[in-house]
């Protein structure tokens, strides 16, 4: 089982957006006029310039502007310094944009930020905040679990996911939890035992070198 | 002169066990800032007008309308009226503007007119490249048709590896930010030293204005060595956005449309010898693309350069797409494939073990004695006598199981560095040099050296990389960094600790040649009890801290670093022969590498090598619309590389040992990423008894291998 479900896909995503089209163009983002919206009574249509946002990143409720057509990764990355998540395919393939939404692994790509109002976000940058450090990140280091270390963040929040709902993983368990990652380095060996020994030092065995338990 | 050379084998404290890599914990965490990371105040976007078609020229190209668009800051065109454009992809125009979407929506608001021209694009049809081919002209030793006539079996094959590209995750590209007539320059490269020195020539000011950064990088294999035209519009953007800083990466598609590509390589093949497996000859017809100005000649026969017969013939063509680059370990994947795939079909000629073919041979090598070990080595940890079979002697079941070997070879020498070490009062070490670590380890392999020759502990060493105002490295291109840093750190190292013994000497009424430092101490040799700590000894020096320097020159590397790395490879596979899916079992490496300063980080890079030819063997190809003239798989769903669950085990054997030892550091990036391809194929081929004559193996091509569909299409 991949911790990563394509098919549920918030209606705003940008894959969603596609489908919608195909479709007959009826999902509630594509809406051709705010008094269609308004008409519908569903959404209150916004843009297509930058409008007021307020994004709740890793706890704390951000400010920023942003165009409806904007993704949360760009967001992220370029109006709010939360660089960790890397832009790389840029349409849900490689997984180097993962991120936690609501409890719930997801590419920051195919995600619109106006669509990721009143979420809670949770990147990669969390796992290393407040002095305390998350037991996947030291376990990433131990195992060399990274090269030029690009697709590293989303693998470590990837592995996060996939560990807060399999505690208790075996290999083959993880070679399939985290397919949703590409590396081009060549890190998955370095990966593979890494997630394995966080997954023991979650469940209270020998602590990764350098971890407190966030 | 001081004594420069390593510590012997077993008295090394640091170098030699293994050790985290220094910067894992700020990749792991997300901190670390990559040259796409920077974000700089009042920043705008740059985005490139590509072209859509494979050969074309520009009839006209108004920016009117683009130049009136929300946050335009600057519309710059490359490519006027009457420019003929080669490749799709080729940039056109550039704008800036203060955010991307706004970027974006000018460059479609460019109105360009094309006169579009025919193109070409499939270099693999070669009777139909006409002038397009440039034959190399024919090479002839020995007498192939008397020895080809003599022989007791004689293979031939037709053999075909694609186009790749590079992929990097981190897109090339760059930050520039213009500070008066000075520029602060952030690129995605393999050379921090040297990219100054090429952008300046670009833009025609002095080098000395340009300031590089670069902490990290997200990946190269070979593309990102010149600053290009990306980081010369970028700069120029910016110059007419008022100085602003501007951030141009490419996106996903341009990426993997012009960023580079590895060279395709296709051959008729026939290699011929005797029953006991000596090979006699080798005829070949081969035909490469590197794009538009061709290129990709591989050095065949690979390693068995000593085969008494030879005819060789090799055209390069040209075709109307983007230009080839350094790929990791240029031209000897494709020389590796073609080579062990027709040695490979020759030993199932003749019904022999092609290990013991291989071992026949390799007084046709230029190391045979170095080969015999490490094939002997690899076919123990790969269970070869119980594994392997006559060629598709594999069962009955829909299941085949092979193993397929291949051997490789690389030059790996150090390259010309220079490193700077400070030793201050307070006994804090500083390590400068313009090097870049591109993921490889080399800060943490500069500061094992540095560690072990002061007698101190890797966190001892505050390693100061990534900027042009320290001594110059090279590029990290050919897996000469290791050798050559390694070399100028140890060096810089030996002489800055000599002059910390002659401040040392008379407080310790001793000899200052006579000293040592150990442990954290400097000391009398053979007399330890005359010491004192590094700390003590470095308050020795007053006020003034000692900077010393070392250099590696490549013409007298003192036997600090050297070239020449074997390697083998076997591969075992599953195919299912209904399906056509080649499963990944496992892969043996076993690898030359000389001395191993690192063990941790030199065995990922051989994970690495083999992980990135697994892609190669099984998914990658770039893959071009002859309609269009277009990348049709410019994207990473159907650019294929593999994922985690599909690369099998991997076992990797550092050959490590006292007479490679000797022969100093080699570089290990490019040995470790040649041979898997060869020898996934050979596994193939074992398992369902035909040669699959094209990668990747993909199911495509398998079945059309094992049932005969559509063969004719791929031939020349």
């Known amino acids: 089982m991949s911790s990563k479900d394509p098919k549920n896909k918030k209606p705003f995503s940008r894959r969603g957006f596609m489908q919608g089209v195909g479709a007959g163009a009826s999902a509630v983002g594509i809406l051709a006029t705010p008094e269609q919206a308004q008409a519908q009574g569903t959404v209150k249509a916004m843009g297509p310039a930058a409008v007021p946002v307020t994004l709740t990143v890793n706890g704390k409720p951000m400010k920023v502007n942003v165009e409806p057509r904007e993704t949360l990764l760009d967001t992220l990355r370029g109006k709010l310094d939360h660089t960790g998540a890397k832009r790389v395919c840029d349409r849900g393939t490689c997984g180097a944009c993962t991120m936690i939404v609501d409890n719930k692994v997801q590419y920051g790509c195919t995600i619109l930020a106006i669509d990721a109002q009143g979420r809670q976000i949770q990147t990669i940058e969390s796992l290393t905040a407040n002095g305390k450090v998350h037991p996947i990140v030291p376990a990433f280091v131990e195992n060399d679990a990274q090269q030029c270390g690009y697709c590293t963040p989303g693998f470590v929040m990837a592995a996060k996911g996939f560990l807060d709902k399999n505690p208790n993983p075996t290999y083959d368990q993880v070679k399939e939890g985290l397919g949703g990652n590409l590396c081009r380095c060549g890190t998955y060996v370095g990966v593979r035992k890494a997630v394995l020994e966080a997954a023991k030092a979650l469940r209270g065995g020998a602590t990764a070198k350098g971890a407190t338990n966030a | ?716």
């Open chain 2, 1 to 716: 002169m001081p004594n420069y050379s390593w510590p012997p084998m077993d008295q090394r404290k640091v170098m030699g066990k293994a050790h985290n890599r220094l910067d894992g914990f700020a990749k792991s965490s997300g901190r670390a800032k990559y040259p796409s990371d920077v974000n700089r105040e009042g920043m705008v976007y740059g985005v490139i007008l590509t072209s859509p078609h494979a050969h074309c020229t520009i009839k006209s190209i108004d920016t009117t309308a683009a130049q009136k668009m929300p946050g335009v800051t600057a519309v710059r065109v490359t490519a006027p009226a009457g420019t003929e454009i080669q490749w799709a992809g080729a940039e056109i125009a550039w704008v800036a503007a203060d955010t991307e979407p706004h970027a974006r929506d000018a460059v479609r608001a460019i109105q360009v007119a094309y006169n579009v021209l025919p193109h070409f694009v499939s270099e693999e049809k070669k009777s139909k490249a006409g002038t397009r081919a440039k034959p190399a002209g024919e090479q002839t030793t020995g007498d192939v048709d008397e020895a080809l006539k003599a022989a007791d079996g004689v293979s031939e094959g037709y053999y075909a590896i694609p186009v790749l590209t590079h992929s990097c995750l981190e897109p090339h590209g760059q930050v520039i930010e213009w500070k008066g007539d000075k520029m602060e320059y952030w690129p995605s490269s393999q050379a921090v030293s040297t990219v100054a020195g090429d952008l300046a020539q670009q833009l025609k000011i002095p080098a000395s204005q340009i300031h590089v950064s670069m902490d990290y990088m997200g990946g190269g294999f070979g593309s990102k060595f010149p600053s290009d035209i990306w980081g010369a519009e970028c700069a120029r953007l910016s110059k007419d956005s008022g100085g602003k800083p501007v951030k141009l990466f490419l996106d996903r598609a341009t990426e993997l449309t012009i960023a580079g590509v590895r060279p395709s390589a296709y051959a008729n093949i026939k290699v011929a010898g005797k029953k006991d497996g000596t090979i006699t000859a080798w005829q070949s017809e081969s035909w490469a693309t590197g794009g538009f100005t061709g290129g990709g000649m591989p050095p065949i026969p690979y390693i068995f350069t000593g085969i008494p017969n030879r005819r060789l013939n090799h055209a390069a063509i040209s075709t109307n797409a983007g230009g080839a680059r350094a790929w990791r370990a240029p031209n000897h994947q494709q020389a590796c494939f073609l080579t062990f795939s027709a040695i490979e079909d020759f030993a199932a000629k003749i019904k022999m073990d092609p290990v013991e073919v291989l071992v026949k041979n390799l007084g046709l090598t230029a190391r045979a004695a170095l080969y015999e070990r490490q094939i002997r080595k690899a076919q123990e940890m790969a269970d070869w006598k119980k594994l392997w079979h006559q060629r598709g002697d594999s069962g009955s079941g829909n299941i085949k199981r092979g193993l397929g070997i291949a051997l490789s070879t690389w030059g790996g020498a150090g390259h010309p560095s220079e490193c700077r070490i400070k030793i201050n009062p307070d006994g804090s070490v500083e390590l400068e040099q313009g090097t870049q670590d591109l993921g490889v380890g080399t800060r943490t392999v500069v500061a094992m050296v540095a560690a072990e020759s002061l007698g101190l502990t890797v966190p001892d060493i505050k390693v100061k990389i990534g900027d042009n105002a320290y001594p110059v490295s090279g590029p990290s291109g050919g897996s000469t960094t290791v050798g050559g840093v390694s070399s100028s750190t140890r060096k810089a190292a030996v002489n800055a600790l000599e002059q910390l013994f002659l401040k040392v000497a008379p407080a310790l009424n001793a000899d200052p040649a006579k000293l040592e430092a150990v442990g954290g101490k400097i000391q009398v040799k053979g007399d330890p009890s005359k010491s004192m700590t590094w700390k003590a000894a470095c308050q020795k020096l007053g006020v003034s801290s000692i900077s010393e320097t070392g250099k590696n020159d490549p013409k007298n590397p003192m036997g600090l670093n050297t070239q020449g790395a074997g390697g083998v490879q076997i591969a075992d596979v599953s195919v299912d022969v209904e399906t056509g899916v080649v499963k990944m079992n496992r892969v043996v490496a076993v690898a030359d590498c000389g001395l191993v300063i690192n063990p941790k980080t030199a065995e990922s890079q051989v994970y690495g090598g083999v992980i990135m030819n697994i892609c190669g063997a099984l998914m990658e190809e770039r893959v071009m619309d002859e309609t269009l003239g277009r990348v049709l798989n410019a994207d990473m769903e159907f650019y294929k590389l593999a994922g985690i669950k599909d690369i099998g085990e991997i076992v990797v054997h550092m050959d490590v040992h006292p007479d490679n030892d000797k022969r100093g550091v080699i570089g290990l990036g490019e040995p470790s990423a040649i041979s898997t391809i060869a020898a996934i194929s050979n596994a193939v081929a074992n398992a369902i008894g035909v040669r699959v004559p094209r990668v990747p193996l993909s199911p495509d091509h398998v079945l059309t291998a094992l049932y005969g569909k559509n063969m004719e299409r791929s031939r020349a």
